[in-house]
């Protein structure tokens, strides 16, 4: 139909978007919350940034250190650089159906 296929053009220049501005979006889920929720890489400078936008996905406390965040079999590391996280995600396929599961670090 006209109005599908105008939705699909609409997706796809968002997507052509994305990728000129090195924009990326992440996937991040908390293990508690079946919801998966979308994080733009260009609204975030910092890891810092980065925690206070999950602080108010998921109502969570505490600093990123007590937390896990994992991509498939893999542990985040927050000595990268934004850029070589953002790279490591898009390398783990990190989307709506494999997101950065966000767990409680164990004590």
């Not at 090195?22 to 400078?45: I, R």
Request: aromatic share 12%.
């Amino acid at each position: 139909t006209d109005a599908t296929n105008q939705k699909i053009k609409e997706l796809e220049e968002k997507l052509a978007m994305l990728q000129t501005s090195k924009e990326a979006p992440l996937y991040f889920q908390y293990y508690t919350d079946s919801q998966v929720h979308c994080v733009s890489s260009g609204a975030w400078e910092d890891f810092i940034q980065l925690h206070d936008h999950l602080k108010k996905c998921f109502n969570i406390e505490g600093l990123l250190k007590d937390y896990e965040f994992i991509i498939g079999d893999e542990k985040m590391n927050f000595g990268w650089t934004k850029s070589q996280f953002i790279d490591f995600l898009k390398q783990q396929k990190c989307s709506i159906d494999n997101p950065v599961r966000i767990s409680d670090v164990k004590k």
